[in-house]
């Protein structure tokens, strides 16, 4: 089995037309000649590879706010593990309880 059929096991099956965005129409029989899939799932129309989209693009802010977000998140799992590390040891006997 091919890698692309491994990882989209459900692209070999079809969908209803219903679901397709207004101006989609089926391929003729004759028009699905000029479609290809290459073994890591890239497709190609007429032997050229159709252009991927960037999956993400983030604007400077968007990408500020995104290490303000990841920052914080470890500076709080840190502050909670060391809650934890001072519980446990309170716990076995180290340092004051009260």
Avoid at 21 to 30: F, L, M, N, Y
Avoid at 45 to 59: F, H, I, Y
Wanted: proline fraction near 3%; glycine fraction near 10%; include cysteine.
């Amino acid at each position: 089995m091919r890698k692309f059929d491994q990882r989209y096991p459900d692209a070999r099956t079809t969908s209803g037309k219903s679901s397709w965005p207004r101006g989609v129409h089926k391929i003729s029989q004759i028009g699905l000649d000029n479609i290809g899939v290459d073994n890591e799932g890239r497709l190609y129309w007429n032997g050229q590879m159709v252009k991927e989209a960037n999956p993400l693009e983030l604007t400077h802010q968007q990408e500020v706010s995104a290490i303000i977000a990841v920052v914080s998140g470890v500076v709080l799992a840190l502050s909670t593990l060391a809650l934890a590390v001072v519980d446990t040891a309170r716990l076995l006997g180290y340092g004051h309880c009260s």
